[in-house]
């Protein structure tokens, strides 16, 4: 099965900050890699399906990229209400596995 | 809107049997491909499986980890997705979300529903 591994574990940012979190499989998926949020004690949300498209009301903060094996979730300028774990997602077949996740808090 | 609600957990001894509902509105639930993922207490998401529509013969698939304990239905005249779980251990200790797949996505998730397998 496809490992998913996702980098930092957590991070620290101040409001504002350009915040980057790394995707990585451990084969190639093409472009079948989507990003979810969770904010505390709340239900996943889509943000970003085909790696890089903007599911619709999501923040023009929030971009995707990379194709293959490695991908980027980027938030560009960090505001309090994006506090949340942020999970990748491969979704060319089955089993659809999760990243382990990244925790962002602000500073 | 889409709506999905989930049902049906609970405490249950180690070893002991579980169904869970998902009712399913706002859509054609018939069309849709349904997942169900679960997360552990403190811990990240977990895909556990699913259902595909009747166009491709309702066939469903299992991670690892529950294939031969869950088995995953659905009752499409009453929009509705289950999961049933047998022979339970304490590591199936989560909330269980049911959730509509947009593309091989999954678009829209319920609210989930905890379940905790303790003596």
């Known amino acids: 099965d496809i490992q998913m591994t996702q980098s930092p574990s957590s991070l620290s940012a101040s409001v504002g900050d350009r915040v980057t979190i790394t995707c990585r499989a451990s084969q190639g998926i093409s472009n079948y890699l989507a990003w979810y949020q969770q904010k505390p004690g709340k239900v996943p949300k889509l943000l970003i399906y085909g790696a890089s498209t903007l599911q619709s009301g999501v923040p023009s903060r929030f971009s995707g990229s990379g194709s293959g094996t490695d991908f980027t979730l980027t938030i560009s300028s960090l505001q309090p209400e994006d506090v949340a774990t942020y999970y990748c997602?491969?979704?060319?077949?089955?089993?659809?596995?999760f990243g382990g996740g990244t925790k962002v808090e602000i500073k | 809107e889409v709506q999905l609600v989930e049902s049906g957990g609970g405490l249950v001894q180690p070893g002991g049997s579980l169904r869970l509902s998902c009712a399913a509105s706002g859509f054609t639930f018939s069309d849709h491909y349904m997942d169900w993922v679960r997360q552990a207490p403190g811990k990240g998401l977990e895909w556990v499986g699913r259902s595909r529509n009747k166009a491709n013969s309702y066939t469903t698939e299992y991670a690892a980890s529950v294939k031969g304990r869950f088995t995953i239905s659905r009752d499409d005249s009453k929009n509705s997705l289950y999961l049933q779980m047998n022979s339970l251990k304490t590591e199936d200790t989560a909330v269980y979300y049911c959730g509509r797949l947009d593309g091989r996505y999954l678009g829209y998730w319920g609210q989930g529903t905890l379940v905790t397998v303790s003596s």
């Open positions: 997602q491969k979704y060319n077949s089955a089993p659809l596995t």
